[in-house]
């Protein structure tokens, strides 16, 4: 299935030519493994692509970070666990998002304005699929980015940066061929554009 739902937002040609490389690499109904995704197919989309992982429930590392991710945040988020880049409230829902998408399994697609906490901005859309690790396990996924940081503020300058707000426009999670996990927390988040309390 290279089409996404007709009810989904329209989404960019580089969102759409990513999940048709990860379709491509479906073998059967489940998931690509994480060593099938190589730079080999995804290519000129690897500067925005983040390799995210749950090592235990509730948390969030990043396997792999592109370099125009890490010049978001100014340093390497690669081995960085999500708490350390974001604040503690913001941290918790998207951990949960996450963590939804890997288990069931599933896809996701958000659209969100992050400000960091030296005042830069970014819209961002993301489109985030299943991976499976060496063993077989459903516990990563690939998130790729398509950002636009022109007329916002200046890139962080010091590690310390951290995403301190978001403003969700948009999120929902994708069936690809196992139905999708039910998240009434999430559901009540994106209703009230509030993160939850950590």
């Known amino acids: 299935m290279d089409t996404l739902p007709p009810d989904w937002p329209p989404i960019s040609s580089q969102l759409m030519h990513f999940y048709k490389i990860w379709q491509s690499l479906r073998d059967g109904p489940d998931v690509p493994y994480r060593h099938q995704l190589s730079l080999r ?7 925005w692509l983040v390799i995210l992982e749950v090592p235990e429930p509730g948390k969030l590392r990043v396997k792999v970070s ?3 991710v890490d010049a978001v945040f ?23 998002f996450h963590e939804a998408l890997m288990t069931h399994p599933c896809g996701g697609y958000a659209h969100d304005v992050m400000t960091m906490d030296n005042g830069k ?5 993301y489109l985030m699929l299943p991976l499976r690790n060496r063993d077989g396990d459903h516990t990563m996924c690939a998130s790729l980015w398509d950002a636009v940081a022109e007329g916002f503020t200046a890139p962080p300058v010091d590690h310390r940066t951290r995403m301190t707000h978001s403003e969700l426009q948009y999120a929902c999670h994708l069936d690809i061929g196992f139905g999708l996990p039910a998240f009434p927390a999430f559901e009540s988040y994106l209703k009230s554009k509030k993160f939850p309390k950590a």
Not at 76 to 85: A, F, M, P, T, Y
């Open 41 to 47: 197919h995804i290519k000129s989309l690897a500067s």
């Open 121 to 125: 901005r970014l819209d961002a859309r």
């Open 74 to 96: 100014g340093r390497s988020l690669s081995k960085v666990n999500l708490k350390e880049v974001t604040a503690p409230e913001a941290s918790k829902a998207i951990v949960a």
């Open 66 to 68: 592109g370099s125009s």
